[in-house]
């Protein structure tokens, strides 16, 4: 009986989403967590629609434990009815992470009414796997909230959905950087449907106020070790507007039918002049062996709301290759030594909670949540010098060897939801999933010299995964790898110390993204090592790697 402060269907001691749900909407809100037994993806099939998520609701699958980086609970909606949502939110103060939705007839995720939500970290229209297609019908997100406020949508991937990717038909959506792609619609629509053109000065009004998108003139990889991504193009807006210009790549070559965002690249922070026009040229260093055949953006006005995504435009030039050296009757062999540098982290975040509890917030009292996380480094260099003849063209002076080390902690982080709803899965499970890493790199120098080279490792004290440098910029303590208090900074990526980063510390940064430091704290520049002295999408990418992650 929703509102008897018992999540528990007609059997006893179950306590499915939907009786979650209905508990919260009865309680005026609360957290759902989830603790279904056995390991892998767990799939939870209605057979009608959930009910309206009413009350500030927090619907937590990072709690499901085993939770990493990719959801582990999938809620299919193949059976929930022919005009079914995935969840529909109409009130404000709802976060909705680390779930797959898909399978529905209608929308993944609907805002409507006075809803505000943030959704964060889904995978909308796929399976667990990251790549099974079961796409929804309708739109991945359906932004319909009358709400002055704004939704926060970030980190998602959505694909496959006979619709549009991210829908806005009104309200504000602040779409931050995500993988949108193989959507039927566009990636990002601003209501009414289809491609909304830009307006001179951008004075037209709307959903997202139907801000302009910014136009690509050329994309151009030149270079090698790194290649580097250079992007030129131009906005016009309204004047002395200060915008993020968000870029995207893709594989697939630039189709003019196709407005999407599959592999966000980073972002550019700029501000039009009077007449409302800006250009922008952005260099992006390439990771080695990305391939990049299209390229698109967006314009995001911070913190409120986002464009549609530019028309693409081909990607030309392309690493050059490197000429191998010509050997001459004259060379002498050269001893070569080989510094052979193996480092095999494993990391293996699980999530146990010490107590459960059967029912859902508003129930009978929660247990106390605990947090720990220990963290082992291991480092492993050894160089071995080998003399093996090396034949260099004349003339040509031997490089000097380089030393190489690569720190190997081993981390276990463990968090214990504050209270338990344990939906029952009517589906199939499939087997577990574990992260483990195990990178190795053996470099070969060529020297005239045959010197050992001892790396030096980078101090980390507290071994929370910045070095001691790096905080004493930020402004953390370099000896406390977690907040013993309020008031405690000691883990970088736990900006509001409450032994988690989350929602809360996402939101924190972004708050002044875009921001040279100073004005922006310090504590929000968390990225790259050391920090750059800018809040940027380096400080978002971080804090997003470490989401749900706790501490102790």
Same mark, same amino acid.
């Given at each position: 009986?929703?509102?008897?402060?018992?999540?528990?269907?007609?059997?006893?001691g179950?306590c499915?989403?939907?009786? $979650?749900i209905?508990?919260?909407?009865?309680?005026?809100?609360?957290?759902?967590?989830?603790? +279904?037994?056995?390991?892998g993806a767990? %799939?939870?099939?209605?057979l009608t629609?959930l009910?309206?998520i009413?009350?500030?609701?927090n619907?937590?699958?990072?709690?499901?434990?085993?939770?990493?980086?990719?959801?582990? +609970?999938?809620?299919?909606?193949t059976?929930?009815?022919?005009s079914?949502d995935?969840l529909?939110?109409? =009130?404000?103060?709802?976060n %909705?992470?680390?779930?797959?939705v898909?399978g529905f007839?209608?929308d993944?995720?609907?805002?409507? !009414?006075?809803?505000e939500a943030?959704?964060?970290?889904?995978?909308?229209g796929?399976?667990?796997?990251?790549?099974s $297609?079961?796409?929804n019908?309708?739109h991945g997100i359906h932004h319909?909230?009358n709400?002055?406020?704004s939704s926060?949508i970030?980190?998602n991937?959505?694909a496959?959905n006979?619709?549009?990717?991210i829908?806005v038909?009104?309200?504000?959506?602040?779409?931050?950087?995500?993988?949108?792609?193989?959507n039927?619609g566009?990636?990002?629509d601003l209501?009414?449907?289809?491609?909304t053109?830009?307006d001179p000065?951008?004075a *037209?009004?709307?959903?997202?106020?139907?801000?302009n998108?910014?136009?690509?003139?050329?994309?151009?990889i030149s270079?090698?070790?790194? #290649?580097?991504?250079?992007v *030129?193009?131009?906005?016009?807006?309204?004047?002395?507007k200060f915008?993020? +210009?968000?870029?995207?790549?893709?594989?697939d070559?630039?189709?003019?039918?196709?407005?999407?965002g599959?592999?966000?690249l980073g972002g550019s922070a700029?501000?039009?002049?009077s007449q409302g026009?800006a250009s922008?040229?952005?260099?992006?260093?390439?990771?080695p062996g990305?391939v +990049?055949?299209?390229?698109? $953006?967006?314009?995001r006005?911070f913190?409120?709301y986002?464009?549609e995504?530019?028309?693409?435009?081909?990607?030309?030039? !392309?690493?050059?290759? @490197?000429?191998s050296?010509?050997?001459c009757?004259?060379c @002498?062999?050269t001893?070569?030594p080989?510094?052979?540098? @193996?480092?095999?982290?494993?990391r293996t975040p699980?999530?146990?909670?010490?107590?459960t509890? @059967?029912?859902?917030?508003?129930?009978t009292?929660t247990p106390?949540?605990?947090a720990?996380?220990?963290?082992?480094?291991t480092?492993?260099?050894?160089?071995?010098?080998?003399?093996?003849?090396?034949?260099?063209?004349c003339?040509?002076? =031997?490089p000097s060897?380089?030393?190489?080390?690569?720190?190997?902690?081993?981390?276990?982080?463990t968090r214990t939801?504050t #209270?338990t709803?344990?939906p029952?899965?009517?589906?199939?499970?499939?087997?577990?999933?574990?992260?483990t890493r195990?990178?190795? $790199?053996?470099?070969?120098?060529?020297?005239t #010299?045959s010197p050992?080279?001892?790396p030096?490792?980078v101090?980390d004290?507290?071994?929370d995964?910045?070095?001691?440098?790096a905080?004493?910029?930020?402004?953390t303590d370099?000896?406390?790898g977690?907040?013993d208090n309020?008031a405690d900074?000691?883990?970088?990526?736990?900006?509001n110390? *409450?032994?988690?980063?989350?929602?809360?510390?996402?939101?924190?940064l972004?708050?002044?993204f875009?921001?040279?430091?100073?004005?922006a704290p310090?504590?929000?520049?968390?990225?790259?090592?050391?920090p750059d002295g800018f809040?940027d999408?380096?400080?978002v990418?971080?804090?997003a790697?470490?989401?749900?992650?706790g501490?102790s």
């Amino acid at each position: 009986m929703p509102g008897d402060a018992v999540c528990q269907t007609a059997t006893p001691g179950e306590c499915t989403l939907r009786a $979650a749900i209905q508990e919260t909407n009865a309680g005026g809100g609360g957290t759902i967590n989830f603790n +279904i037994g056995g390991g892998g993806a767990h %799939v939870i099939t209605p057979l009608t629609p959930l009910p309206d998520i009413a009350q500030p609701t927090n619907i937590d699958g990072h709690s499901q434990p085993g939770t990493v980086f990719v959801p582990l +609970i999938e809620l299919r909606g193949t059976n929930a009815g022919a005009s079914a949502d995935g969840l529909r939110i109409i =009130s404000s103060g709802v976060n %909705v992470q680390f779930l797959a939705v898909n399978g529905f007839a209608g929308d993944g995720f609907e805002v409507g !009414g006075a809803g505000e939500a943030s959704i964060v970290a889904n995978f909308i229209g796929l399976a667990t796997d990251e790549q099974s $297609a079961a796409g929804n019908g309708g739109h991945g997100i359906h932004h319909a909230s009358n709400s002055t406020g704004s939704s926060f949508i970030h980190a998602n991937r959505i694909a496959f959905n006979g619709g549009d990717g991210i829908y806005v038909s009104s309200g504000f959506a602040n779409i931050n950087p995500q993988t949108i792609y193989l959507n039927d619609g566009l990636g990002i629509d601003l209501g009414p449907d289809g491609v909304t053109p830009n307006d001179p000065l951008d004075a *037209d009004t709307g959903p997202n106020n139907l801000q302009n998108f910014p136009v690509l003139t050329s994309a151009v990889i030149s270079g090698s070790s790194p #290649a580097v991504l250079t992007v *030129d193009g131009t906005l016009q807006s309204s004047p002395n507007k200060f915008v993020l +210009i968000d870029f995207f790549a893709d594989a697939d070559p630039c189709d003019p039918a196709v407005i999407e965002g599959r592999r966000p690249l980073g972002g550019s922070a700029l501000t039009t002049d009077s007449q409302g026009n800006a250009s922008f040229s952005e260099s992006i260093e390439l990771v080695p062996g990305t391939v +990049i055949n299209s390229v698109t $953006a967006t314009t995001r006005v911070f913190p409120l709301y986002t464009s549609e995504f530019s028309p693409c435009v081909p990607v030309s030039g !392309g690493p050059s290759p @490197t000429p191998s050296p010509t050997p001459c009757p004259s060379c @002498t062999p050269t001893p070569t030594p080989t510094g052979t540098a @193996t480092a095999t982290p494993t990391r293996t975040p699980t999530a146990t909670p010490t107590a459960t509890a @059967t029912l859902c917030p508003g129930c009978t009292p929660t247990p106390t949540p605990t947090a720990t996380a220990t963290a082992t480094p291991t480092r492993t260099a050894s160089p071995t010098p080998s003399s093996a003849p090396t034949c260099l063209p004349c003339g040509t002076p =031997s490089p000097s060897p380089s030393p190489s080390a690569s720190p190997s902690p081993t981390a276990t982080a463990t968090r214990t939801p504050t #209270a338990t709803a344990s939906p029952i899965a009517t589906g199939t499970t499939t087997p577990a999933a574990t992260a483990t890493r195990t990178p190795s $790199a053996t470099p070969t120098a060529s020297a005239t #010299a045959s010197p050992t080279a001892t790396p030096t490792p980078v101090p980390d004290s507290d071994l929370d995964g910045w070095s001691n440098a790096a905080e004493g910029v930020i402004g953390t303590d370099p000896l406390d790898g977690c907040a013993d208090n309020s008031a405690d900074d000691a883990w970088p990526a736990d900006i509001n110390n *409450d032994r988690f980063s989350d929602i809360s510390d996402v939101s924190a940064l972004t708050s002044v993204f875009g921001e040279a430091v100073p004005p922006a704290p310090a504590r929000y520049n968390i990225a790259p090592e050391m920090p750059d002295g800018f809040v940027d999408i380096t400080d978002v990418s971080r804090m997003a790697g470490l989401f749900g992650i706790g501490c102790s």
